[in-house]
């Protein structure tokens, strides 16, 4: 296939889509959520909430990584008009950049302007504990997937001064902690190696995983503002002597689920 045939379906993939969800009303919401791994809980704090599952979708493209529902939930998050995106997909499943971004760059189509993007990560920091919730203030693409389609992307960082400040002043009125940190990606599947661990902590990370920059960069390109949120799940690989699993990735983030909707349901009116 020429790259001019690709771009072009493309481009109508990503109108497909864009037309589905206006369908669904989808086009209604100020705030878009994309939840990462073990973080689907929040739907429950949605009122009148719609489910879409991705089924109804073509263009959708789907995970197969637990913890990934594979559905939107359209509602009210403490007021406001909002879509949740419960499973997201990542280049380490074979997906592409494109597939990876499509439906954040489908939510910017759609006019929606906020987006918060959340994940598992994994600490570089000795004191900071499973559990903890860290604000994307910046991050290192070490994917290198976004530079790889420059026509979207744009240059500098996409975390959003003002939605990050809104982050915290809704983390000081419920009372949760929330760090700051520089979320570094990688591509995976596999968990780092302690030296690599090494290297990210010589380079400025605070935070480790395998999403959620492509998304931000491509949504920040697209003219949405962006802020972000890790819950810290596991110590990176030779912080302390245990070795990151999926399953504990995902009961962790159970276990933080609380503070996590207190955090976000108290966010989404002040962003
Ligand atoms: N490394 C990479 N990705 C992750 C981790 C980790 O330790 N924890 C959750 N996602």
Not at 48 to 56: I, S
Not at 88 to 95: A, K, N, S
Not at 240 to 249: I, K, R
Request: charged residues 25%; neutral net charge.
């Amino acid at each position: 296939m020429s790259p001019r045939a690709a771009a072009t379906s493309e481009a109508d993939q990503l109108a497909a889509l864009v037309e589905d969800l206006r369908a669904r009303e989808v086009g209604a919401c100020e705030l878009a959520i994309v939840l990462g791994s073990g973080l689907g809980v929040l739907a429950e704090r949605v009122e009148d909430a719609r489910v879409v599952d991705y089924t109804e979708l073509a263009a959708m493209p789907r995970s197969s990584v637990p913890g990934h529902a594979g559905k939107l939930v359209v509602g009210r998050l403490a007021g406001v008009r909002v879509v949740l995106q419960q499973g997201r997909v990542h280049l380490y499943e074979g997906f592409g950049y494109h597939e990876a971004t499509r439906a954040v760059r489908a939510f910017a189509s759609l006019g929606i302007i906020k987006l918060v993007l959340t994940n598992a990560a994994g600490s570089l920091r000795l004191a900071w504990n499973p559990g903890t919730l860290m604000r994307i203030e910046d991050h290192l693409d070490l994917q290198g997937k976004v530079r790889l389609a420059r026509k979207q992307a744009a240059n500098g960082s996409p975390w959003d001064k003002r939605l990050g400040a809104a982050l915290d002043a809704a983390a000081r009125h419920v009372d949760v902690a929330l760090e700051r940190g520089v979320y570094a990606a990688l591509l995976g599947p596999s968990y780092e190696t302690p030296a690599e661990i090494r290297m990210l902590r010589t380079f400025g990370a605070d935070a480790v995983g395998m999403s959620t920059v492509a998304e931000a960069q491509a949504a920040w390109a697209a003219g949405m503002r962006v802020a972000g949120v890790s819950c810290l799940t596991n110590h990176a690989a030779g912080v302390t002597d245990s070795v990151p699993n999926h399953e504990e990735v995902v009961e962790e983030g159970r276990k933080a689920s609380k503070r996590f909707c207190d955090l976000l349901e108290a966010a989404a009116p002040r962003l």
